[in-house]
T-cell receptor, first 113, second 114 residues
Framework: GNSVTQMEGPVTLSEEAFLTINCTYT??????LFWYVQYPGEGLQLLLK?????DKGSNKGFEATYRKETTSFHLEKGSVQVSDSAVYFC????????????FGEGTQLTVNP | DTEVTQTPKHLVMGMTNKKSLKCEQH?????MYWYKQKAKKPPELMFV???????INESVPSRFSPECPNSSLLNLHLHALQPEDSALYLC?????????????FGPGTRLLVL
C-alpha cells in the first residue's frame, strides 16, 4: 500500500535559517504529492503540490521537487520566519487510490526570533 | 477562491446530545470529505461523498451520520458521542474523485465531548 515517511520533529530553528523537512514515499506508479501546513488552532492549508516527476512546487518561499528516482518530496525554504511556525504534513494521492490521501505523521516546526 | 467554510468553530456537547457540523464550498467541487484529527496526528479519513453520493465510509461508528443535501453542502450529524470522539473535525473538497487530485480543507470544528 501507499505510505509517507516524514522526518521526525520537532524542528527548532532561528529566524532566517535554512529549512529542510524530508519526505519520502512508497507508492506504485506516479502519485501526486502535496505539502500541507497547519498553523496552531487552524485547519490544513495546501502549501504546494507536484503531480508528475521532476515537477517543482513552490509557494510563499517554500519549494519541493518531485524526485521519482529517490521517491522523495523534501520541503525547503531558504530563510524561515517566526510566522512559519506550524505543523507540516507531506501527503500523496496514489494513481489507483481514488480520492484517498495518505499523510505522513507531520513535522512540528518552531522558529525563534 | 479556494475556500471551504465550517460551522461551528467550537462545539461542546454531552454524551446524550444531538448536534450537527456543517461544511460549505462554492468552488463547484463534486467530492467532499470528512476527516477526524486528534492532537499531534495527521487527519484520518471518515467519509467521502462523490456527486452527492456516499462513496467511502471508513468503518465509522453509526453515532456519526453524514449527509450531503446538495453539491455545496456537507453535514455531519452527531449523536450519543463518547469522550474519545473529542477531536478536530475537518471538511475538505476536491474537483472530483477522478480528476483534480487536490483537496482543499476548511478550518475545522473543534469538538469536546463531556
Amino acid at each position: 500500500g501507499n505510505s509517507v515517511t516524514q522526518m521526525e520533529g520537532p524542528v527548532t530553528l532561528s529566524e532566517e535559517a535554512f529549512l529542510t523537512i524530508n519526505c519520502t514515499y512508497t507508492a506504485t506508479g506516479y502519485p501526486s504529492l502535496f505539502w500541507y501546513v497547519q498553523y496552531p488552532g487552524e485547519g490544513l492549508q495546501l502549501l504546494l503540490k507536484a503531480t508528475k516527476a521532476d515537477d517543482k512546487g513552490s509557494n510563499k518561499g517554500f519549494e519541493a521537487t518531485y524526485r521519482k528516482e529517490t521517491t522523495s518530496f523534501h520541503l525547503e525554504k531558504g530563510s524561515v520566519q517566526v510566522s512559519d511556525s506550524a505543523v507540516y504534513f507531506c501527503a500523496l494521492r496514489g494513481e489507483t487510490s481514488g480520492s484517498r490521501l495518505t499523510f505522513g505523521e507531520g513535522t512540528q516546526l518552531t522558529v525563534n526570533p | 477562491d479556494t475556500e471551504v467554510t465550517q460551522t461551528p468553530k467550537h462545539l461542546v456537547m454531552g454524551m446524550t446530545n444531538k448536534k450537527s457540523l456543517k461544511c460549505e464550498q462554492h468552488m463547484g467541487h463534486r467530492a467532499m470529505y470528512w476527516y477526524k484529527q486528534k492532537a499531534k496526528k495527521p487527519p484520518e479519513l471518515m467519509f467521502v461523498y462523490s456527486y452527492e453520493k456516499l462513496s467511502i465510509n471508513e468503518s465509522v461508528p453509526s453515532r456519526f451520520s453524514p449527509e450531503c443535501p446538495n453539491s455545496s453542502l456537507l453535514n455531519l450529524h452527531l449523536h450519543a458521542l463518547q469522550p474519545e470522539d473529542s477531536a478536530l473535525y475537518l471538511c475538505a473538497s476536491s474537483q472530483n474523485p477522478l480528476a483534480g487530485p487536490t483537496q482543499y480543507f476548511g478550518p475545522g470544528t473543534r469538538l469536546l465531548v463531556l
